[in-house]
């Protein structure tokens, strides 16, 4: 989705504008994205929510899926129309994300994708002003960011806690797909079983921690698989 990602300033980019479209085409190649945990549960009315590996953080990311094969997107046609009533706070904030500076985990500065169709010289609003000084779009964007940033932080403590407490298992899933069957695998969910049973003292500290609803969340949403596998049976038949 992010193919050419720079620093926003002025000097580079004092006469762009950011247009304001609602194709998401830039996103119909993307089968999985990130999600916060204050997202959970309206994504998972819509999809299925797991984690996979994360190597550069040492930890598991929470993800939704958008697609049962990599390259594909269900939720996003051919207009590029998405078709979903909640869309993740990713894929909202493109052309725009938060780069660490220096690997410090406080200080971070916000790109673009000078490679996005919505980032041009003559359509759309302004970035900067004339004088070089932000636009108020800009600053929304920076405060989005910020917000996202946050939940990001409350995010990774939330995953670090399921993998401490081994409470993550690998998902292997069988599907039948038109005259197929296909495995779900590659991906981690929450195990029930352990989950229950935790010790009471474990259990109040998810619940401390505001984590439960985000658990239940997780693992209803796993039944949105078998949309994802009827919006692909619907797309090969059209």
Same mark, same amino acid.
């Given at each position: 989705?992010?193919?050419?990602?720079?620093?926003?300033? *002025?000097?580079?980019?004092?006469?762009?504008?950011?247009?304001?479209?609602?194709?998401?085409?830039?996103?119909?190649?993307?089968?999985?994205?990130?999600?916060?945990?204050?997202?959970?549960?309206? *994504?998972?009315?819509?999809?299925?929510?797991?984690?996979?590996?994360?190597?550069?953080?040492?930890?598991?990311?929470?993800? *939704?899926?958008?697609?049962?094969?990599?390259?594909?997107?269900?939720?996003?046609?051919?207009?590029?129309?998405?078709?979903?009533?909640?869309?993740?706070?990713?894929?909202?904030?493109?052309?725009?994300?938060?780069?660490?500076?220096?690997?410090?985990?406080?200080?971070?500065?916000?790109?673009?994708?000078?490679?996005? *169709?919505?980032?041009?010289?003559?359509?759309?609003?302004?970035?900067?002003?004339?004088?070089?000084?932000?636009?108020?779009?800009?600053?929304?964007?920076?405060?989005?960011?910020?917000?996202?940033?946050?939940?990001?932080?409350?995010?990774?403590?939330?995953?670090?806690?399921?993998?401490?407490?081994?409470?993550?298992?690998?998902?292997?899933?069988?599907?039948?797909?038109?005259?197929?069957?296909?495995?779900?695998?590659?991906?981690?969910?929450?195990?029930?079983?352990?989950?229950?049973?935790?010790?009471?003292?474990?259990?109040?500290?998810?619940?401390?921690?505001?984590?439960?609803?985000?658990?239940?969340?997780?693992?209803?949403?796993?039944?949105?698989?078998?949309?994802?596998?009827?919006?692909?049976?619907?797309?090969?038949?059209?």
């Amino acid at each position: 989705m992010f193919q050419k990602m720079v620093p926003v300033n *002025a000097q580079r980019h004092i006469n762009k504008k950011i247009k304001n479209s609602e194709s998401y085409t830039f996103a119909s190649k993307i089968h999985i994205a990130y999600v916060t945990l204050h997202e959970f549960a309206r *994504a998972s009315a819509t999809y299925p929510i797991v984690f996979i590996e994360d190597r550069e953080r040492d930890d598991f990311r929470p993800v *939704a899926l958008l697609g049962l094969d990599s390259g594909e997107n269900l939720f996003v046609d051919g207009d590029g129309k998405w078709h979903a009533s909640y869309i993740p706070a990713i894929i909202r904030r493109y052309p725009f994300a938060l780069s660490q500076v220096g690997g410090a985990d406080d200080q971070y500065v916000v790109c673009v994708d000078e490679d996005s *169709a919505l980032l041009n010289d003559t359509e759309g609003a302004a970035i900067f002003a004339e004088n070089g000084e932000p636009t108020q779009v800009l600053e929304n964007v920076k405060r989005y960011l910020g917000e996202l940033q946050q939940m990001d932080v409350l995010t990774r403590k939330f995953t670090k806690f399921l993998s401490a407490h081994n409470m993550l298992t690998p998902l292997n899933m069988r599907v039948r797909q038109a005259d197929q069957i296909k495995n779900i695998s590659g991906c981690y969910v929450i195990n029930e079983e352990r989950m229950n049973n935790l010790s009471d003292d474990l259990f109040l500290e998810m619940r401390k921690n505001r984590y439960l609803a985000a658990v239940f969340a997780q693992l209803i949403s796993l039944s949105q698989i078998e949309r994802l596998v009827m919006l692909k049976d619907e797309q090969k038949k059209s």
